[in-house]
């Protein structure tokens, strides 16, 4: 039987019309309307366009944003300091370094100069340590999507066994946390298995996996021989790959080959309209509760 789909496009315009009316709530009551700060550096396309995506969603729910674009050329020190301005504006909620950053910028080293009161990406080590302990926190908005999507479709993962495929920072491990703890009220509560590029057989752990959770990178990575039959798979990959039929000369794709897997599998994200509008409604409601001061009370 073909796998039924988890639509991320229809819970995320939940979430956001949940955002929207607690935006309008904060204006009924004379307050501002959350901001949210991008800061993209450089012109790599894929970022542009992730930009893009955020600041319409900021516009349909009522937060405010600015995006400012930075030269590739800036230096870290730069950088840091046109960050330590917005952290002491208190007209601003939320920073976002847009990534991948330039090669001489050290990511993490610019994250961690964010205030974490204003992360809302929820990368922030603070944030990240607040996790993997089980403390109020912004949480990374990928996983923390994933999460809204068991919740939504009530697809439980206490003791299931999870595999999460791909073992990022962003992504990949902080999955691998919330799949794991022992105290998350609905999700969580699984036996998490965590690969990544160095893992030998990846079948051998793909193919025991009640929950596959995949943020590789790699097109094509997850193939039906490679899961059990009725194992729900949730596909972060975004990957463009050549298309010289569409009129942008690519097209979008997961890491898991949709077509084969979604004939074995109980449930499906599709690519695109899976993972990608969670991970941007997730970061609305971040920017909410940030400034509703809901995480890190004054
Ligand atoms: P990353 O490059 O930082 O990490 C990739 C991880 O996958 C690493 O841990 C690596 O070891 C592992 N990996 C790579 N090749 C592998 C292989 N052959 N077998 C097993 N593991 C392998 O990537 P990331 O930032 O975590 O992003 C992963 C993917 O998810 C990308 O396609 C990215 O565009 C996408 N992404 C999507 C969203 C979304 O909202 N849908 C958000 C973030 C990232």
């Given at each position: 039987?073909?796998?039924?789909?988890?639509?991320?496009?229809?819970?995320?315009?939940?979430?956001?019309?949940?955002?929207?009316?607690?935006?309008?709530?904060?204006?009924?009551?004379?307050?501002?309307?959350?901001h949210l700060r991008v800061l993209l550096i450089g012109s790599h396309p894929a970022s542009k366009a992730y930009v893009t995506s955020k600041v319409r969603a900021c516009a349909e729910v009522g937060i405010t944003s600015d995006?400012?674009?930075?030269?590739?050329?800036?230096?870290?020190?730069?950088?840091?300091?046109?960050?330590?301005?917005?952290?002491?504006?208190?007209?601003?909620?939320?920073?976002?370094?847009?990534?991948?950053?330039?090669?001489?910028?050290?990511?993490?080293?610019?994250?961690?100069?964010?205030?974490?009161?204003?992360?809302?990406?929820?990368?922030?080590?603070?944030?990240?340590?607040?996790?993997?302990?089980?403390?109020?926190?912004?949480?990374?908005?990928?996983?923390?999507?994933?999460?809204?999507?068991?919740?939504?479709?009530?697809?439980?993962?206490?003791?299931?066994?999870?595999?999460?495929?791909?073992?990022?920072?962003?992504?990949?491990?902080?999955?691998?946390?919330?799949?794991?703890?022992?105290?998350?009220?609905?999700?969580?509560?699984?036996?998490?298995?965590?690969?990544?590029?160095?893992?030998?057989?990846?079948?051998?752990?793909?193919?025991?996996?009640?929950?596959?959770?995949?943020?590789?990178?790699?097109?094509?990575?997850?193939?039906?021989?490679?899961?059990?039959?009725?194992?729900?798979?949730?596909?972060?990959?975004?990957?463009?790959?050549?298309?010289?039929?569409?009129?942008?000369?690519?097209?979008?794709?997961?890491?898991?080959?949709?077509?084969?897997?979604?004939?074995?599998?109980?449930?499906?994200?599709?690519?695109?309209?899976?993972?990608?509008?969670?991970?941007?409604?997730?970061?609305?409601?971040?920017?909410?509760?940030?400034?509703?001061?809901?995480?890190?009370?004054?």
């Amino acid at each position: 039987m073909p796998a039924q789909l988890i639509d991320g496009l229809l819970v995320a315009a939940g979430i956001k019309r949940e955002v929207q009316a607690d935006v309008a709530g904060l204006l009924a009551r004379g307050l501002r309307p959350p901001h949210l700060r991008v800061l993209l550096i450089g012109s790599h396309p894929a970022s542009k366009a992730y930009v893009t995506s955020k600041v319409r969603a900021c516009a349909e729910v009522g937060i405010t944003s600015d995006t400012e674009i930075l030269p590739d050329t800036i230096s870290e020190k730069s950088l840091k300091a046109r960050i330590a301005e917005l952290n002491a504006d208190d007209e601003v909620d939320g920073i976002l370094v847009q990534l991948p950053l330039p090669d001489h910028l050290t990511p993490m080293s610019v994250i961690e100069s964010i205030d974490h009161r204003k992360d809302v990406d929820g990368f922030h080590p603070m944030n990240v340590g607040r996790l993997a302990l089980n403390m109020p926190g912004f949480r990374s908005c990928t996983p923390a999507g994933i999460q809204e999507l068991f919740k939504h479709y009530m697809i439980p993962t206490k003791a299931k066994h999870a595999v999460v495929v791909g073992a990022s920072n962003i992504v990949g491990t902080p999955m691998a946390l919330m799949l794991s703890r022992e105290h998350d009220s609905y999700n969580g509560k699984a036996t998490t298995t965590i690969c990544h590029k160095y893992t030998k057989d990846l079948t051998a752990h793909t193919i025991a996996a009640d929950i596959l959770i995949v943020a590789a990178g790699q097109p094509n990575l997850i193939t039906a021989p490679m899961v059990k039959e009725g194992v729900v798979v949730v596909d972060v990959g975004m990957n463009r790959v050549a298309d010289h039929t569409s009129e942008k000369g690519y097209k979008l794709v997961g890491d898991v080959d949709f077509e084969g897997v979604s004939q074995k599998a109980s449930w499906i994200t599709p690519v695109p309209g899976g993972v990608g509008p969670m991970t941007v409604a997730m970061l609305m409601k971040n920017t909410l509760l940030s400034a509703k001061k809901a995480v890190y009370p004054d």
